[in-house]
């Protein structure tokens, strides 16, 4: 079974038991998406209709110390990143920010595992906030083509699932969700489904203060 957040501002908490907190299980943040049939003909791929979709998953976090960071493949792109205990612009999962991204899922929309964002439950009361965003880094803002999902797997619990839905924002980022840590072993996540134009103007709506460049994972 799992829990499915409906609509704009819906939430479900969770908790972890101790069992759980030093256990070896991780907190697994999973985007996954599929390719709807491709359109055919000259004037579809006049249209973009026979692009391929490449979203990317990505995460804004802050700590109970006050700092904040983004991660998602633009900033650990061109060798930047590095392996879950190393802490590089992909995370780190063994120490803080105890949050790390397996990778860059380029090319393979609609795989079995998608990309996911792997969560330190030794962690979590270091952590006061996640919001987990998606951006189309390749192929038209065709929204209603992804069927996008995020499911938050928390060990103990059951599954939390927001889906995007059939939208059609023509902006090409989108905010999905935001997990709220209280420091005392439990996680509110809150839908969101919000459209922005890129990273920056997400910045600006959820006050994340960051100063911004354009960037590519080339």
Same mark, same amino acid.
């Given at each position: ?11 479900? !908490? ?8 030093? *256990?070896? @299980? &991780? +907190?697994?943040?999973? =985007?996954?998406?599929?390719? $709807?049939?491709? !359109? ?8 973009? *209709?026979? @692009? &391929? +979709?490449?979203?990317? =998953?990505?995460?804004?976090? $802050? ?156």
């Amino acid at each position: 079974m799992a829990v499915k957040l409906e609509k704009f501002g819906d939430q479900h !908490k969770i908790s972890l038991s101790k069992e759980h907190m030093a *256990g070896k @299980q &991780e +907190i697994v943040i999973n =985007l996954n998406w599929s390719q $709807e049939s491709k !359109k055919k003909g000259f004037l579809a791929s006049f249209l973009g *209709g026979n @692009q &391929e +979709i490449d979203l990317d =998953l990505g995460c804004y976090y $802050e700590l109970n110390n006050g700092e904040k960071m983004i991660i998602d493949g633009l900033q650990f792109s061109q060798g930047r990143g590095g392996n879950r205990d190393q802490r590089t612009n992909q995370g780190c999962y063994s120490s803080a920010p105890f949050i790390w991204h397996k990778g860059d899922d380029r090319g393979n929309a609609g795989g079995e595992s998608g990309e996911n964002i792997y969560v330190n439950p030794k962690g979590i009361n270091n952590i006061h906030k996640i919001i987990i965003y998606t951006f189309i880094y390749e192929g038209a803002p065709n929204w209603t083509a992804t069927n996008a999902v995020v499911t938050v797997q928390v060990p103990g619990n059951e599954s939390i699932v927001v889906e995007m839905g059939k939208q059609n924002d023509h902006r090409n980022f989108c905010a999905i969700a935001e997990l709220l840590f209280d420091g005392q072993d439990s996680i509110t996540v809150k839908k969101l489904v919000t459209f922005h134009k890129g990273h920056q103007d997400c910045d600006k709506q959820y006050g994340w203060g960051f100063k911004w460049q354009d960037g590519s994972k080339d």
